[in-house]
């Protein structure tokens, strides 16, 4: 079991950067592959990026590529997502996610869930 807090939204006029943070408590965050998922109003949660358990493995969305980057530090049990050049259309709700079991850096198979933190990005 793991609790996942994420911090960090805000709002932003385009262009502009956040910084996401997932604070892990209750199991040691090296147990888990990490991911970050958004979900908009009136859309479905949609994949964000995802981190193997030591950090030496990443994936994204492609429309966040070469804009987002995902990374952790698990001596202080947290996962981060850095959010440059941020554009209207990455106004959502952002959720952090945690994979106990040995799945491939894709799979979109996560156990435990945050509460979400809101991202508004103004035009």
């Known amino acids: 079991q793991v609790q996942l807090v994420e911090s960090g939204g805000g709002l932003v006029q385009a262009g502009g950067s956040l910084r996401l943070s997932c604070a892990a408590s209750g199991r040691t965050l090296s147990s888990f592959r990490m991911g970050w998922f958004r979900q908009a109003p009136g859309k479905e949660r949609e994949f964000v990026a995802a981190?193997?358990?030591?950090?030496?493995?990443?994936y994204y969305a492609d429309s966040v590529k070469g804009r987002f980057t995902i990374s952790r530090n698990n001596a202080e049990n947290t996962v981060y997502l850095q959010m440059n050049s941020l554009k209207p259309e990455d106004t959502a709700q952002y959720f952090c996610?945690?994979?106990?079991?040995?799945?491939?850096?894709?799979?979109?198979?996560?156990?435990?869930w945050g509460q979400g933190t809101q991202v508004t990005v103004s035009s």
């Open positions: 981190i193997s358990r030591y950090g030496s493995t990443t």
């Open positions: 996610a945690a994979d106990p079991s040995p799945n491939t850096i894709a799979s979109m198979k996560y156990d435990y």
